[in-house]
């Protein structure tokens, strides 16, 4: 299967996106641009679809071989969780968003992004048959993400 049809090149470029997405609303939020709020639910809807996508097309279908795909799963949901219910809170309490929550989130979001891409997506890639993986990303396929976004 080619590189350009790997799950772990699909998913890098939805990662991508949602880094550029948290930009906008981070600059935004620490400007206190008008846009702040409808950036953040820009940001909170791409992320869970993101989400979805990744436990609904990837997580709930791959055969688990190793205790270390599960483990690493069950690591990458907890984050998941993590990461929405920080983003609810942001929500909620917009006015009292500091930028040090906003900076932790995003460490978070880029140690989530880094044991996908270095560990999780690789992996997948070299196991699973290319059947498997045709299937995984026509799967991810289904869920449209934004593919591009305006300021």
Same mark, same amino acid.
């Given at each position: ?72 799963? !069950?690591?990458?949901?907890?984050? *998941?969780?993590?990461?929405? #219910? ?6 909620? =309490? @917009? +006015? ?32 699973? !048959?290319?059947?498997?993986?045709? *299937?995984?990303?026509?799967? #991810? ?6 593919? =591009? @976004? +305006?300021?």
């Amino acid at each position: 299967m080619a590189e350009e049809n790997s799950i772990l090149t699909l998913m890098v470029s939805h990662h991508a996106l949602l880094e550029a997405l948290f930009f906008s609303f981070r600059d935004e939020a620490r400007d206190n641009s008008k846009r702040a709020e409808a950036s953040l639910s820009e940001l909170v809807w791409e992320i869970r679809k993101h989400f979805f996508i990744e436990e609904s097309a990837i997580f709930d279908f791959i055969p688990l071989k190793t205790m270390k795909i599960f483990e690493t799963m !069950n690591h990458l949901r907890d984050e *998941h969780l993590m990461m929405l #219910i920080d983003l609810k809170r942001f929500s909620e =309490n @917009f +006015s009292e968003i500091k930028s040090e929550d906003i900076e932790n989130f995003y460490k978070l979001l880029m140690h989530h992004r880094e044991m996908e891409e270095k560990e999780l997506y690789p992996q997948l890639d070299k196991e699973l !048959n290319d059947e498997q993986k045709r *299937h995984i990303i026509h799967r #991810i396929n289904e869920i449209p993400v934004t593919k =591009n @976004f +305006s300021k």
